[in-house]
């Protein structure tokens, strides 16, 4: 069983739309949470962390679900410069980074 | 700041030659990480670094497959001999790892694009 799961997508989805990703984690020991962006053809770099009450960044709002060992993130109002890869990322025993597959987000005009 | 930088970013090679991929960590990170990403497989992580020390090398796909990090400015990965199916683009990364929970996220580099013909 894989560490952490995504859904691949793609989300085709038209800019103003909301649009919510969701990943579950196997190690209820995990402590650390993230998501990653990844534009076409670069590195992931961290979009935001995930704390247990929820956390709010703009458009962007993240929730843990420690229960159902489940992370989900929110975009709200989705521009066109959203359009990318979104990695779901767990940190787990001795500073060990866990990456999701990555789900696949294109907003259209 | 320098982030994580790697070398070289593309790298085209034969079948059976030896590839060495080149990582330099954030300065005072002391986690260093090799991931490699496919579009059949994601992003797998290969070994972990802490301390220059490999944690767990689990990942590692084969005996081809081969890091060190012999200080903490710098780490190698070497695949001898290349096979076609070992083409993807191969990720280094770099994070502090506090026991006073003074961590950090992981910071990639650009990435090597390897192409084994």
């Known amino acids: 069983r894989k560490e952490v799961e995504q859904d691949p997508g793609p989300f085709n989805v038209p800019e103003g739309a909301t649009v919510a990703f969701n990943c579950t984690y196997s190690?209820?020991?995990?402590?650390?949470f993230f998501w990653y962006r990844q534009d076409c053809r670069k590195e992931p770099k961290l979009l935001m962390s995930?704390?247990?009450s929820g956390n709010e960044d703009g458009r962007f709002t993240a929730q843990l679900n420690r229960a159902s060992q489940y992370i989900s993130l929110l975009i709200r109002d989705s521009k066109l410069s959203d359009s990318a890869t979104y990695l779901c990322?767990?940190?787990?025993?001795?500073?060990?980074?866990?990456f999701g597959s990555g789900t696949k987000l294109n907003v259209k005009p | 700041d320098a982030g994580v930088i790697q070398s070289p970013r593309h790298e085209v090679t034969e079948m059976g030659q030896e590839v060495t991929l080149r990582c330099k960590p954030i300065?005072?990170?002391?986690?260093l990480f090799w991931y490699r990403q496919t579009m059949m497989r994601g992003l797998e992580l290969l070994i972990y670094?802490?301390?220059?020390?490999?944690?767990?090398d689990s990942g590692m796909p084969e005996d081809r497959f081969s890091a060190k990090m012999p200080n903490a400015s710098f780490s190698t990965l070497k695949i001898q001999p290349s096979e076609p199916r070992d083409s993807a683009v191969y990720f280094c990364?770099?994070?502090?790892f506090g026991a006073g929970g003074t961590n950090t996220e992981a910071f990639f580099g650009q990435g090597t694009r390897l192409t084994v013909v």
């Open positions: 990364a770099s994070s502090f």
């Open positions: 190690n209820s020991a995990s402590q650390s």
């Open positions: 995930v704390y247990s």
């Open positions: 990322v767990v940190k787990g025993n001795f500073n060990k980074f866990y």
């Open positions: 300065s005072g990170h002391n986690s």
């Open positions: 670094f802490n301390n220059n020390v490999p944690i767990d």
